[in-house]
């Protein structure tokens, strides 16, 4: 039995007491933002009665593609029969993801715990007939990964949700029917309190803000209801100006993000969820570029998989999983305690830099032919390794003239029998932290 709305408003209001969000300082933040920094992939997890395999998540009929009694026909098929959360929990943890996000929630509205403050849900809507959350955030915890939960603020079927078709009338207006908006506030309140209060995660996703305004969410409210028990929490940007990071979507930034902590979600294939006849499936080796690509601007990859409705994890899914923890366990050097690196057009290939400025990292897609060449290093090199094996390869350095502003060019050996079947890692370890010259280069005026 659901706790009926009278109650939803008692526990909305009692959010507001929280600190306020600008208590914390810039070290504080950066303090509380550490393990996002260093995570560099995420697992995103996709999964609800859309799992079916037959329609988009929640938009099949918000778009009108199918209507929407079809969609919610959908539940019946949700069995979880095969759901096995520590088997997800190890598989995610193999794949070297630091981090993992669940939807709670889409923007359906149907929810994978036992809320107590909606009236649909896994536990007594569909065949599955319990609470998904708590035994996946449960096994999460036993690998090591930090927890994040999905949630999305629309909840596009409920009565008292504005909204519902994308070229279809809206119920109403919030601005004439305050009272409306209201009680669907208080519920977004409630069920956010309850997930806060019963899991406490690491991380939260949310989605769907752009429908409303930040005042309409209360977006601020909503964050400091959360950090008033959870104060170490980390929140996604899609809550209206008050969260940490930025999330990019489906391509890796062409340059760095302006924020400082940013996140691409991306898909394996074309879809979010599972669908039945989706096999376009992206090669490993292109989505490790992806990867690289993001930990090269300072950013983290979250990789979406999608059980099917019965809890089982499609096999190419899997196997791309175990692919990514075979290289990233090879090159966790390369990839966990390392920064943006250096700008386009010094190396072929993408860069980080060691958070000591000390170790320049060169990542290649590629085979090289001959040697790969590195242009603008004023840092002298003290050695060169293959990442993973720590073989030191044979470097010159060419027109290294000491009274020249501008340096010598570095040319670096990489036979064929050191290459990674995906991607090679090479760390050019330095005496002094990086120095580079970014000049168009110079006129000979002096010569000894």
């Not at 996604?236 to 489906?250: H, M, V």
């Not at 000390?358 to 090289?368: A, D, E, G, N, V």
Request: aromatic fraction near 12%; charge should be negative; charged fraction near 25%.
């Amino acid at each position: 039995m659901k706790v009926g709305n009278i109650f939803l408003t008692a526990l909305a209001l009692s959010s507001m007491w929280a600190l306020p969000l600008n208590a914390e300082t810039p070290e504080q933040k950066a303090e509380r933002m550490e393990w996002f920094s260093r995570a560099k992939l995420g697992i995103f997890i996709h999964w609800g009665i859309y799992s079916k395999g037959e329609t988009s998540e929640s938009w099949a009929f918000h778009n009108g593609t199918v209507s929407l009694e079809d969609y919610m026909a959908q539940k019946e098929f949700f069995t979880a029969e095969n759901y096995d959360p520590a088997y997800w929990a190890r598989l995610i943890k193999e794949s070297g993801a630091r981090y993992t996000v669940i939807t709670t929630k889409h923007h359906d509205g149907f929810a994978l715990w036992d809320t107590k403050a909606g009236d649909f849900d896994a536990v007594e809507d569909s065949p599955a007939g319990r609470d998904l959350i708590a035994p996946f955030a449960e096994q999460v915890r036993k690998q090591g990964l930090k927890l994040g939960l999905y949630f999305s603020l629309i909840d596009w079927p409920r009565e008292d949700y504005p909204n519902i078709y994308r070229n279809g009338p809206a119920k109403y207006d919030i601005k004439k029917d305050p009272k409306r908006w209201q009680h669907f506030v208080d519920f977004n309140f409630a069920q956010l309190r309850e997930l806060n209060d019963t899991w406490k995660p690491d991380l939260y996703w949310f989605d769907g803000d752009w429908e409303q305004t930040a005042e309409d969410w209360k977006a601020k409210e909503i964050v400091e209801m959360l950090r008033e028990t959870n104060p170490g929490v980390v929140i996604n940007s899609r809550i209206q100006g008050y969260g940490d990071y930025a999330t990019p979507e489906l391509g890796v930034p062409v340059t760095r993000p302006e924020s400082q902590w940013w996140e691409t979600c991306m898909t394996m294939n074309d879809s979010w969820g599972y669908r039945i006849g989706d096999t376009d499936y992206k090669s490993e080796m292109v989505l490790l570029r992806m990867l690289v690509d993001c930990i090269s601007l300072g950013g983290n990859l979250l990789l979406d998989i999608s059980p099917m409705a019965d809890g089982t994890i499609p096999q190419r899914q899997v196997e791309i999983l175990k692919e990514f923890g075979r290289w990233t366990s090879k090159h966790a050097e390369a990839i966990y305690d390392t920064k943006a690196g250096i700008p386009a057009g010094h190396v072929q290939g993408y860069t980080s830099l060691s958070l000591d400025n000390k170790t320049l990292y060169i990542y290649l897609p590629y085979t090289p032919n001959e040697s790969i060449e590195l242009k603008g290093l004023k840092s002298r090199i003290r050695d060169v390794r293959v990442v993973g094996s720590n073989t030191e390869l044979d470097w010159v350095r060419y027109n290294d003239i000491s009274w020249s502003e501008v340096p010598g060019v570095c040319y670096i050996d990489v036979p064929e029998d050191v290459l990674d079947d995906k991607i090679t890692v090479i760390a050019v370890d330095l005496e002094t932290p990086l120095e580079l010259y970014r000049g168009a280069g110079q006129v000979i005026s002096f010569n000894e």
